[in-house]
């Protein structure tokens, strides 16, 4: 399945600013000391500034200096502007006209590094252990197009990788695979889910499952109809009488109670086999079983597939086709319809008795029986 993964510049963005330096204070006076109180500003908005670790408190013995650092952290709203030290004292104490000067000091940021110029795009699909590398993309050399191949096919406003990735196809519905697109360096992502999808799921109905006992159950638990036979009522199973409009299913009694279709059923299958010259055998139980999928989902709903899910879908039969008149779109009725036209009563001759030809009607039901077959309507 193809895929292409853009990745458009949104532009940059500045971060980590950091402004420092030193402000040093001078008692000028040469015969006592001063305690001072700094503080430091800037002319930018968004800033906090924090003189010698927060100790902001200083004295000076006389004709003393003192050095300390000032840091300031935040985004700053320009990148010039001035920064103003101020100390202050008691002028009363110290005997002096002022209580505090300044200070002043031009700022001026400057970019000192950059991060993330060129990235590298990986792809990974959920439950793959798989990180797939498409590339790498630098932003110092413009807006272009590259494939995975490694050629630049034109410009898109932004760098665009070209590559596939092959999933399976699920015996039966449908699989999501959710493909991650991944740029190393930032962790920036983007996914895209698509779904992989076989063949429906239409029951799976084999003829193994007919003999078994969930399969039997719905058979002998199904509906019936008390019927007069004679002078007693036999409560008939409706399964009978639906199944024995097919020519091959005409040696089941007319009479058959739930429990005498489960074991026509069960003996049907059990008589199964492809050896000998011909294949009405097999072909009887994989009919036997398509017939009865589709009335157990169908006329009487009694398994979990969707009710009427049988009745509505169309078949691709073109691989058989040989078996149903050259068709190669059916229903399943259809198909059993056809099927059942080729044959005599309880399907000893069946399609001139030409095993070829048995074999692709059976394979055909068979295909539906194990929902391998694929839905086009």
């Known amino acids: 399945m193809p895929y292409t993964v853009d990745v458009l510049p949104n532009g940059y963005v500045d971060s980590a600013w950091s402004l420092t330096g030193t402000i040093t204070v001078t008692n000028p006076n040469d015969w006592q000391s001063v305690t001072v109180s700094l503080a430091d500003t800037v002319n930018l908005t968004g800033l906090t500034c924090t003189v010698n670790g927060g100790t902001t408190t200083l004295t000076l013995a006389a004709s003393q200096s003192k050095t300390v650092a000032y840091t300031c952290t935040g985004a700053p709203s320009s990148y010039t502007g001035t920064n103003t030290a101020t100390a202050t004292w008691d002028k009363a104490a110290a005997h002096t006209a002022n209580g505090s000067a300044s200070g002043t000091a031009a700022v001026s940021y400057v970019m000192t590094k950059e991060v993330n110029k060129v990235i590298t795009v990986t792809d990974k699909v ?22 995975t191949a490694g050629g630049v096919t034109g410009a898109i406003g932004g760098w665009q990788f070209r590559y596939s990735n092959t999933y399976a196809v699920p015996t039966n519905g449908c699989t999501s695979y959710t493909n991650t697109a991944t740029i190393s360096q930032t962790g920036q992502t983007d996914a895209v889910t698509v779904s992989v ?140 319809q056809y099927a059942s036209s080729q044959s005599n009563v309880a399907g000893t001759i069946w399609y001139a008795q030409n095993k070829t030809t048995q074999g692709l009607a059976k394979d055909a039901f068979q295909a539906i029986n194990m929902s391998r077959i694929l839905v086009v309507g």
């Open 197 to 336: 999808c076989g063949p429906p799921w239409i029951g799976d109905g084999t003829i193994g499952y007919w003999q078994n006992k969930n399969g039997q159950a719905i058979i002998t638990g199904g509906a019936y109809t008390k019927t007069l036979v004679g002078t007693k009522y036999i409560n008939v199973c409706n399964v009978t009488t639906w199944l024995r409009q097919f020519a091959p299913f005409q040696d089941l009694s007319a009479t058959s109670t739930c429990a005498q279709v489960g074991t026509y059923v069960l003996n049907v299958i059990k008589s199964a086999n492809a050896s000998g010259a011909t294949m009405n055998a097999m072909l009887k139980a994989q009919m036997l079983a398509a017939a009865l999928n589709y009335y157990y989902t169908t006329v009487e709903p009694r398994r979990s597939a969707p009710a009427g899910s049988l009745s509505t879908m169309t078949f691709d039969i073109s691989p058989w086709s040989g078996a149903f008149g050259g068709a190669t779109k059916m229903t399943l009725l259809q198909m059993l």
């Open 126 to 147: 959920t439950g793959s252990t798989t990180v797939k590398t498409l590339g790498t993309v630098d932003w110092a050399k413009g807006i272009q197009t590259v494939n």
